[in-house]
């Protein structure tokens, strides 16, 4: 019986993603010991026959907290903000979780070996967005000598959740943790803490975002004990650009000592001419490999 799962979710537009999320994991033989769920979220019929050759679970994502019907206004993705608060809800024979987002691949198996050794003990096992190469933490919007308008994304949402002034200070210039790829166990006090901050935060402000922040809160303001994992356990490529290491055929990250990047995330989308990586796989960018030339490279997953 296999006592670890990893889950995603997506619809019908991230149905290529999720195959190649799906591929890279698979592609590692270490992963026959790992259950592989998925929550579907607008799949289609055919996409949902696909899948149920190839992973351990497919279960429809509901909304686990009632949004109301003006937020969601039909789409269906947006559950992902909601339904990974609640994993052992519809999988409820697995031990630990890790979720990966569609639109991130695995890279090097290590780092989800590294992401279930953090979660041990009710731990949230988690990654800071937040490094070396990070020019930029806070935006904040200069009004008049030493007065600045706050602009975070923590304290933009938290604003506009309505959690109160108090609790959005504290998390205000918190490293911004992102909620694409974590890792908690079954019976992990974490749940809770993050449901009851997500029912705060869907109460008032927009769904999407609103698992990112009830999340910061939990860790920050709740303190629940959390297990921070390095940045290239989950590489929000948007933010910065790996480089490449031609030799290998390996994305790393572009400072020494140039770690091989863990898990690929595509989040927020890379974007050329006004299409997304994520949407067209012949989008392609400008990076540097090891010996600093530059080459044209897609960042999805590749065999």
């Known amino acids: 019986m296999k006592n670890n799962a990893i889950v995603s979710l997506a619809d019908s537009n991230y149905f290529e993603l999720l195959r190649e999320l799906i591929e890279s994991i698979k592609s590692f033989k270490e992963s026959s010991?790992?259950?592989?769920?998925?929550?579907?979220?607008?799949?289609?019929?055919d996409q949902k026959k696909?899948?149920?050759?190839?992973?351990?679970?497919?279960?429809?994502?509901?909304?686990?907290?009632?949004?109301?019907?003006?937020?969601?206004?039909?789409?269906?993705?947006?559950?992902?903000?909601?339904?990974?608060?609640?994993?052992?809800?519809?999988?409820?024979?697995?031990?630990?979780?890790?979720?990966?987002?569609?639109?991130?691949w695995v890279h090097d198996w290590s780092t989800v070996e590294l992401y279930f050794k953090a979660c041990e003990n009710g731990k949230l096992g988690i990654t800071q967005t937040m490094g070396p190469g990070y020019k930029i933490m806070s935006k904040v919007n200069w009004i008049f000598g030493k007065l600045a308008l706050i602009k975070s994304q923590n304290?933009?949402?938290?604003?506009?959740?309505?959690?109160?002034?108090?609790?959005?200070?504290?998390?205000?210039?918190?490293?911004?943790?992102?909620?694409g790829v974590f890792s908690l166990e079954k019976n992990s006090t974490c749940w809770k803490s993050w449901q009851d901050n997500l029912k705060k935060t869907l109460s008032s402000g927009k769904i999407f975002g609103s698992?990112?922040?009830a999340i910061n809160m939990s860790v920050y303001i709740d303190e629940v004990e959390t297990e921070f994992l390095?940045?290239?356990?989950?590489?929000?490529?948007?933010?910065?650009?790996?480089?490449?290491?031609?030799?290998?055929?390996?994305?790393v990250e572009p400072y020494l000592p140039n770690n091989k990047i863990g898990i690929m995330h595509l989040a927020a989308g890379i974007w050329d001419k006004n299409k997304d990586m994520r949407l067209?796989?012949?989008?392609?960018?400008k990076i540097k490999t090891l010996e600093d030339i530059y080459i044209s490279k897609s960042l999805r997953y590749f065999k």
């Open 155 to 179: 304290f933009k949402h938290a604003m506009s959740s309505n959690i109160g002034l108090e609790k959005a200070r504290k998390i205000a210039f918190a490293p911004h943790i992102n909620i």
């Open 211 to 213: 698992e990112g922040l």
């Open 33 to 45: 010991e790992i259950a592989i769920c998925i929550l579907d979220a607008g799949l289609t019929a």
């Open 280 to 285: 067209d796989k012949n989008v392609k960018i």
């Open 230 to 251: 390095p940045l290239y356990c989950n590489w929000i490529a948007s933010n910065l650009f790996p480089k490449y290491d031609d030799t290998n055929k390996a994305f």
């Open 50 to 104: 696909f899948l149920t050759k190839e992973v351990d679970e497919i279960e429809k994502a509901e909304w686990d907290i009632e949004v109301s019907s003006n937020k969601i206004k039909d789409k269906e993705w947006l559950k992902s903000q909601v339904s990974r608060a609640f994993l052992p809800k519809y999988f409820p024979k697995y031990n630990k979780y890790l979720w990966i987002d569609s639109d991130a």
